[in-house]
């Protein structure tokens, strides 16, 4: 049963554009919530974060927006670049005494030039 | 510091052999943890580490599986005997005690078994 879904395996968005990528979750214990990035033959990078008691954190160009009673959340890139061209994974973590992150399946995003 | 290092970046190996996959935490980190991902699954967490001590394991597919952490600085991931879809691609990771402290991760060891 996975707990963390992204039902979105690849997106394509023309340069300039702006990108959504989805996130569904299960787990109403989940209280924090992550997005990663990953570029072939690397390991993920951290990208941006969410608490939930918030429900929008901006860094730049990057915005996730948080939607609890969806158990959902969100992560916008305005505006996209082709270097943005990686898969993305949202993961989410209960906080407390348990550190192990859950990661959805991922999604590949193409930003076409 | 490095950043988290394993070795070896790639491993093919025959079926029925044994795999061993290693990592270097960054220092100072007290949690480390082991990942696989597979276009099916995503990224799966194996089996993580706190201060050495294995916490939660029950990621691990199965008895061939086994994982160590024999001091914070070495960790290894060993696969006895390998088969053929046990190929993927194997993370760690580490991160620290404070709040919310977000994972780093490490290349990554593409393992193939033919």
């Known amino acids: 049963d996975q707990q963390v879904k992204q039902n979105s395996p690849s997106l394509s968005v023309q340069e300039g554009r702006i990108s959504i990528l989805n996130c569904d979750y299960t787990?109403?214990?989940?209280?924090?919530f992550l997005w990663y990035k990953k570029y072939p033959a690397e390991g993920p990078t951290f990208l941006i974060s969410i608490s939930s008691i918030k429900d929008k954190n901006e860094d730049g160009r990057f915005t996730v927006f948080l939607n609890k009673s969806a158990k959902h959340l969100s992560l916008h890139i305005v505006p996209s670049q082709p270097g943005d061209s990686a898969v993305y994974f949202c993961a989410a973590l209960r906080s407390g005494s348990a550190r192990q992150l859950t990661f959805g399946s991922g999604t590949q995003l193409t930003v076409l030039p | 510091d490095a950043g988290v290092i394993q070795s070896p970046r790639h491993e093919v190996t025959e079926m029925g052999q044994e795999v061993t996959l290693r990592c270097k935490p960054i220092s100072g980190h007290d949690y480390l943890f082991w990942y696989r991902q597979t276009m099916m699954r995503g990224l799966e967490l194996l089996i993580y580490?706190?201060?050495?001590?294995?916490?939660?394991d029950s990621g691990m597919p199965e008895d061939r599986f086994s994982a160590k952490m024999p001091n914070a600085s070495f960790s290894t991931l060993k696969i006895q005997p390998s088969e053929p879809r046990d190929s993927a691609v194997y993370f760690c990771a580490s991160c620290g005690t404070g709040y919310l402290t977000e994972a780093f991760f490490g290349q990554g060891t593409r393992l193939t078994v033919v």
């Open positions: 580490f706190n201060n050495n001590v294995p916490i939660d």
């Open positions: 787990n109403s214990m989940f209280d924090y």
